[in-house]
């Protein structure tokens, strides 16, 4: 598959405030690329220079071949947007405002087939400063998906959607990648990310930390299960094949690379001592986890 | 083989293909844009009438309050006529001046401020288009106001307006809107946000206005402002409305459409070269333009 969104070494510095500091990825036709990252770790930067809106400091990007600063109207043409945060005026009706937008593409979607997509049909005549948040940010969708684009930036699409209407939107998003569409998608719904993307990057202060299937993310620990278990006796724990993991107040997490002899060794450990290991759980680390690994420290620049 | 809800659920029709690569690259050409802008203008402006509304409310209420507080008074500096002469089309320029520059810089910049134009520039509408679709909304309300006021001088308040005047008034109207706007889009680049937007619109246009005699003919004027005022794009085009109201009446002398086409074309493009889309005051963006550039 050709590759349609290309970022190589990006570097957005605002004053002396590094946000995006050389960071290197694609984004190929019909795949579906989730950005994750703690707030402020340069996700909305990156897409916006992808954008066009903001010019970077340093590096190349291309999108569709070509440098989104000076694709103009030719490129534009072929890119649908959710801004992270962006207007529409409220004064319009939802109808009116979809109208609006599509009839700046020659190939538009029609209005019913665009309200129906995010489940707004029965907003079609409401002015959009009525809508509940939601409600809007379906709107938003709704304008991207106007054009029929080939390559789409989605900066939070999903925030505060309700789950039906999240889901919905999931599978507008893969009905695309279906159809070849590129999509370059940021949230903070891991859940989001897991379902829908073929591939995960993780940014963290400006810096890419990692780049993989949203299952097998991170290297290292990749393959390593989690024990979890409440502390609720004095002993030492001995000695055994695994890690022990920060964990918050009581609870215990252990990694390890093998299951079965762990479970083993930590079970007839608790039943010589006459222990319980309350909460006890041994499961597959999930997303999750491997993101909290890997963004641990330096939040919120 | 049944398929659970689930499946059936994922199997929704997908959305629209995009169509074959070569047609969906094509961009819709600029000026096919620019009737849907005047449109989209033209609803706000319906669904928000209070902005316009007072364009034309302001002028109006001037024009018959000056009139009621000097009913009796003749203009010697105009060759003696009523002041309601001078009056009518003073307050029509003054219309065009709120509808043309003030309600520009306000639109424009409550647009900028809410995101409507950063989200607007991710499409593939040019800027000329979006301007045009301003200038058409711009356009219906200065002409609405300066038959308005002109159609109440005119009948109830008796001034008297030769038919022979009304090309040159038609002509001084259409000048004087257009440069308007384009200083209009000029001034509200330089507005850093929708709290200044007014103050500084008005600021800027009543002291000119006030030595350009829009609200009162001042012929003891001293010289020096005098030149100034003819220099500064207000006083050409109000002079030129104003004389078409004049006994006898004349139209705009060539001297004033130079200085206004100055100014239109001067401003014309400043606003090309200046106009943004991002919000926030011009310190902001010019670090990040310095920024962008490191
Ligand atoms: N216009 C700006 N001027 C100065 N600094 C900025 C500007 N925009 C963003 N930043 C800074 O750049 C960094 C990256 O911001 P960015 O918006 O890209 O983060 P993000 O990953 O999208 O975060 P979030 O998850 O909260 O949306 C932040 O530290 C932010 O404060
Ligand atoms: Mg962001």
């Not at chain 1, 945060?85 to 209005?111: K, N």
């Not at chain 2, 000119?208 to 003819?230: H, K, N, Q, T, Y």
């Not at chain 2, 990040?288 to 550039?293: F, H, I, V, Y």
Request: hydrophobic share 45%; proline share 6%.
């Amino acid at each position: 598959m050709r590759d349609v969104i290309e970022v190589h070494e990006l570097v957005k510095r605002y004053g002396s405030m590094t946000a995006v500091d050389g960071v290197s990825f694609s984004v190929a036709e019909g795949e579906v690329v989730g950005m994750l990252g703690p707030n402020g770790a340069g996700k909305t930067t990156t897409i916006e220079v992808l954008e066009g809106i903001r010019a970077p400091t340093g590096g190349q990007v291309r999108v569709l071949g070509h440098d989104p600063a000076r694709g103009g109207r030719h490129l534009k043409t072929q890119v649908g947007v959710v801004l992270q945060s962006a207007g529409i005026d409220g004064a319009l009706t939802v109808a009116e405002t979809i109208a609006l937008y599509a009839g700046f593409y020659r190939h538009r979607r029609p209005v019913a087939e665009a309200l129906a997509e995010v489940d707004l049909e029965e907003c079609a005549g409401r002015r959009v400063a009525a809508l509940s948040g939601g409600q809007r940010r379906r709107v938003d969708l709704a304008l991207a998906l106007a054009a029929r684009p080939r390559v789409l930036f989605l900066d939070e699409p999903t925030t505060g959607l309700d789950p039906a209407a999240r889901r919905r939107t999931w599978d507008v998003i893969a009905g695309l990648r279906g159809q070849g569409v590129a999509v370059l998608l940021t949230s903070h719904y891991l859940e989001e990310v897991q379902r829908l993307a073929d591939r995960v990057v993780v940014m963290h202060l400006g810096r890419l930390v990692a780049e993989g299937p949203p299952d097998r993310l991170g290297g290292g620990s990749e393959l390593a299960s989690r024990i979890t278990f409440r502390r609720t006796f004095t002993d030492e724990l001995p000695p055994g094949p695994w890690e022990r993991l920060a964990a918050a107040g009581t609870t215990v997490v252990l990694a390890t690379e093998d299951a079965t002899e762990a479970m083993h060794a930590l079970t007839s450990w608790a039943v010589d001592r006459g222990v319980e290991l309350e909460g006890l759980e041994l499961r597959r680390p999930s997303l999750e986890d491997r993101y909290l690994e890997l963004t641990e420290g330096g939040h919120d620049r | 083989m049944t398929s659970p809800p689930a499946d059936a659920d994922s199997m929704r029709a997908a959305p629209g293909a995009p169509p074959a690569s070569g047609t969906s690259e094509r961009p819709r050409l600029g000026l096919a844009l620019a009737p849907g802008q005047v449109r989209y203008q033209l609803l706000l402006l319906v669904r928000n009438p209070l902005g316009s509304f007072i364009t034309v409310v302001v002028p109006l209420m001037l024009l018959i309050a000056l009139d009621l507080v000097t009913p009796e008074m003749t203009l010697q500096s105009l060759g003696g006529v009523p002041v309601v002469q001078f009056l009518t089309p003073a307050m029509a320029s003054f219309a065009v001046l709120n509808a043309g520059f003030v309600d520009v810089v306000v639109g424009t910049t409550v647009a900028r401020d809410q995101g409507v134009l950063r989200r607007l520039h991710a499409t593939p509408l040019p800027t000329w288009a979006l301007l045009i679709g301003r200038l058409g909304a711009s356009a219906i309300v200065a002409a609405g106001s300066v038959l308005v006021v002109l159609g109440v001088g005119i009948i109830f308040l008796h001034a008297h307006l030769a038919s022979s005047a009304i090309p040159g008034l038609v002509l001084s109207t259409t000048v004087g809107l257009l440069v308007s706007f384009a200083l209009g889009v000029v001034c509200s680049t330089l507005v850093p946000s929708t709290e200044a937007a007014l103050p500084v619109a008005y600021g800027l246009m009543l002291p000119v206005a006030f030595i350009s005699e829009v609200f009162f003919p001042a012929p003891g004027e001293a010289a020096w402002l005098r030149s100034v005022a003819a220099a500064l794009p207000v006083a050409p085009f109000a002079h030129a409305m104003e004389s078409a109201f004049a006994v006898p009446p004349h139209g705009m002398t060539g001297g004033q459409l130079g200085v206004l086409l100055a100014w239109g074309v001067g401003a014309a493009v400043v606003a090309i070269f200046t106009f943004r889309w991002e919000p926030g005051g011009l310190r902001r963006q010019r670090a990040r333009a310095r920024s962008s550039l490191r």
